[in-house]
Structures are given as structure tokens and as C-alpha cells.
């Protein structure tokens, strides 16, 4: 499955068929309508889809976020169910993660389950010195191009983030 999956940042063309898997895979429009804000308001910094046939099947957006170091979000992150336990999220993670290393970015936070995002690295004991709305047991982090440069400090998400809905 992977093998067949293209990984590649979005394009205009895909934000209908991007806003539909979010809906499907949430059940809901909070996670699409986040998207559709923080693009609108140039806070995605890489919105990543991976696609089968053409078909996109697999979302991964990192957004700014205001940190003490260069930093995102990651999230929401989704797969349409029919493609889910194939290694799609694995692999978009992967390649989203790729790209905001070379991209020079310092450190990725994210709020979810430790036992999913740990396996790409993130760690809650880095993120657990940082203040945020977020702050608990599943706000984790993950260091990007050496250490993460500081400890401690604000970390403030888009303010799509503090909408109701998500
Ligand atoms: C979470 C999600 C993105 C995983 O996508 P996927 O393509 O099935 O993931 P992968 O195939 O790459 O990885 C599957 C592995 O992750 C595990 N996994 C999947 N969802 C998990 C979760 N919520 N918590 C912990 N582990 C999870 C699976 O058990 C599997 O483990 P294994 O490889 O050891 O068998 C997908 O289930 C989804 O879209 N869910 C609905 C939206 C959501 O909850 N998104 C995450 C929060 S933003």
C-alpha cells in the first residue's frame, strides 16, 4: 500500500477532496473547517496528502505555531478509513516530518496518543516544560535538526486552534 501511496504537499486542486476525507475520518467538520481557517489565515505551513490513483487518501497538516524556537503543530492527521492499518499515516508522517527538518524548523508539537506518535519520535518529557492550553500527559514533542534549544516557554497554537468545534 505505501509502496503505491504518492506523498506530496497539496495543491489548490486537492482542498475539496482534502476538506471531505477530514469530515469523513472525524465524523464531523471541526478538523476540515481548522484547515480551511488556518490556510485562509497563512498559518498551514504544510498541508501533505497522500494519494492512491489519484484518490487522496491521507491528510497531515503542521501549522505555526509561537514558540521560543522556529516550531509547528502537527494535526489534524487522518487516513480514510477504507486505507487505515496500511502504513499510510506512518508514511505521511514520515515524509511531513522530512520536510519540516529540511526545511530548518527546530522542534513539531503535538496533543495525541504517545502510543502512535511515539513511534515517529515524539515524546512527552519534551514537551512537558512548555506551557500551553494543551498541556497534559498527551502534548508531546519532537526535536528537529538537533536538540530542541529550549526547555521551557510559551507554546501558542494558530488562533484557528482556539475556535470552538475543534
Ligand atoms: C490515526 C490514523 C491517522 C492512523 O492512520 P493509519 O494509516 O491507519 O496508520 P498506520 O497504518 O500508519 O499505523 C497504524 C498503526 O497505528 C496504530 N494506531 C492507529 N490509530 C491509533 C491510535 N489512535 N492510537 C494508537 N495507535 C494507533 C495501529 O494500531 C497500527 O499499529 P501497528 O502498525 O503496530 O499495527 C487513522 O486511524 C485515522 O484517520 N483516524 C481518525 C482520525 C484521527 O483520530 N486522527 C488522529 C488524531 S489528529
Known sequence: MTESATLREETAEDHPAVRELLTAAFERSGEAELVDALRNEGDLVLGCVAAVDGLIVGYAALSRVRAPFPALGLG????AA?????????ALLRWSLARAQNDQWRGVFVLGDSAFYGRFGFRPELAAGFS???ACPRFMALALNGALPDKKGPVDYAPAFGRPCV
Open 76 to 79: 489534524p492527521v487522518a487516513v
Open 82 to 90: 477504507a486505507y487505515r492499518c496500511k502504513g499510510v499515516a506512518g
Open 132 to 134: 500551553s492550553p494543551y
